[in-house]
């Protein structure tokens, strides 16, 4: 049990975090694609640099050995921009597969990750 929990969260892990250092320089360096899409959603263009940075050091955090409250606050982080950018499609009536399934599956992965996370990465464990 113990060797697939370590294999789901190592997959779950390297899916999110690739997909949150993609999208968190796409938003720093504010590419085409991402600023339509902020804009499309009502956000004003400063806001993806400040969730471009807040990813990119999300995944630091997830990632480094120690600071298990640091993990936690990364985590419910991550969790809070997936889910509030599929409400934010949601709410403006994008109904397509990329921009409902792109922050589900992200939410998804989050969510294994925080779950199967090895106990030495949990707040309140001693190792």
Partial sequence: MEK????????????FTVGMTASGIQQIVQT???????????????FMRIVGVWK???VVAVLIPGFKLLKEWAYAGFFFVMT???VSHLAIGDYGVKEILGPS???????????????GRKVGSTN
């Fill in 105 to 119: 599956m992200q939410t998804i992965f989050i969510l294994l990750s925080w779950y199967f996370r090895p106990v």
């Fill in 4 to 15: 697939r929990n370590k294999i789901i969260y190592w997959i779950a892990t390297a899916l």
């Fill in 56 to 58: 990119i050091l999300g």
């Fill in 84 to 86: 509030g950018a599929l």
């Fill in 32 to 46: 085409k694609e991402m600023t339509d899409m902020i804009a499309h959603l009502g956000y004003p263009a400063y």
